[in-house]
């Protein structure tokens, strides 16, 4: 079961937006703005947050909670708090590849794609420090 909610301050989402690596460059004005458009919400233990074919069309932070990747049900890996998953969707809608579920009940910032475009667009300044953070862990992919 998901359920919005809206317990944290805009600080604290500056606070949990700041450990991912998608953000790192970042500065504190721009995880503001990121900070505006991330929704919180509450999943509870066993449920899913995405599966497999699913459209891309967010990414998630967790706020609280852990939260299991699996692929045709064997565990990829699994993320906690400050820790991000699905980043990709604020790119590429393209199908999701994994399932993310709560292991426990979870609190989740979710950005939708939709936004985020909405907000690049209203925030110029943003778009060069996304492609920087981008192009950083597409070299971490890459073998030299």
Sequence with gaps: MKQ???????VDKVLCLQSVDLFRHATTEMLAFIGSIAKE????????????????DAMYVVVQGRVRLEKSGSEVMSVGAGQSFGTWALFDNQPRVMTARAVSDVR???????????????????TPVMFRAVINRVKTLIPD
């Design 4 to 10: 919005e909610t809206s317990t944290l301050r805009p």
């Design 41 to 56: 919400i509450l999943v509870m233990a066993g449920h899913s947050i995405f599966v497999e074919e699913d459209v891309s």
């Design 108 to 126: 989740l910032l979710k950005i939708r794609s939709t936004d985020f475009y909405d907000l690049l667009a209203d925030h110029g300044e943003i």
